[in-house]
């Protein structure tokens, strides 16, 4: 029988709500040159990140288990798309468009993944709804965004987004037992810090 903690999700989210948008950039820089390295090195995933062992009053979410795993990236994914979708209709920079247009196809199919192997799992493909009124707001804040203001907003609030999943990809991956899933979440990693480069060279390139 699986339980889900659906606190642990919640406190994941909260932490959230507490970084600041420049922050989040700053990690998002740190973690793409981190992981990278990582990466370099075979991201065999048995080490302890720093994060771990700080003293911050919100410890980092970490994905013990598969369905942890699948419940924490499903609604994480389903975000990004949507954002994606928004800059594929309202965005004017077609770079940007380009990433939007990838994020979205990796993240629909990886989606449909998590469904399946949940449904084998569970017998519900669902993850549980766990609200959070800071991305409901910030998804509502894009929805008034269009040509280079939805640019600049994407680019702005995808990176921290990116950074999220990596770090939820590198701390879940040592717990990870189907394959499919563990090959997802390298592919997390690799993918998302490759698209945070892509995407910060716009942002400095481009002044977003």
């Known amino acids: 029988m699986f339980t889900h903690t659906k606190h642990s999700l919640a406190a994941f989210q909260a932490a959230q709500?507490?970084?600041?948008?420049?922050?989040?950039?700053?990690?998002?820089?740190?973690a793409f040159s981190v992981v990278t390295s990582l990466i370099v090195a075979g991201c065999g995933g048995g080490g302890t990140s720093v994060a771990q062992n700080n003293s911050k009053p919100y410890a980092p979410f970490?994905?013990?288990?598969?369905?942890?795993?699948?419940?924490?990236?499903?609604?994480?994914?389903?975000?990004a798309v949507e954002m994606a979708?928004?800059?594929?209709?309202?965005?004017?920079?077609?770079?940007i468009k380009a990433i939007a247009q990838k994020i979205k196809d990796d993240q629909t199919a990886e989606i449909a993944l998590y469904k399946t192997i949940r449904k084998s799992l569970t017998g519900s493909e669902?993850?549980?709804?766990?609200?959070?009124?800071?991305?409901?707001?910030?998804?509502?804040t894009m929805m008034t965004k269009t040509g280079g203001a939805a640019d600049a907003f994407f680019i702005q609030h995808m990176i921290p987004?990116?950074?999220?999943?990596?770090?939820?990809?590198h701390r879940g991956l040592p717990n990870l037992r189907d394959s499919r899933l563990v090959a997802n979440a390298k592919m997390?990693?690799?993918?998302q810090s490759r698209e945070i480069g892509q995407?910060?060279?716009?942002?400095?390139g481009d002044n977003y």
């Open 85 to 95: 979708q928004h800059q594929l209709d309202n965005g004017s920079s077609s770079a």
């Open 62 to 79: 970490t994905p013990t288990s598969d369905l942890l795993y699948m419940d924490a990236l499903m609604p994480h994914h389903m975000h």
């Open 126 to 140: 669902n993850s549980p709804a766990v609200p959070d009124s800071h991305m409901e707001s910030d998804m509502r």
């Open 199 to 204: 995407m910060e060279a716009l942002r400095i």
């Open 188 to 191: 997390v990693i690799s993918t």
């Open 17 to 30: 709500r507490h970084t600041s948008l420049r922050t989040k950039i700053v990690a998002s820089m740190v």
């Open 161 to 169: 987004h990116h950074a999220e999943g990596i770090s939820l990809a």
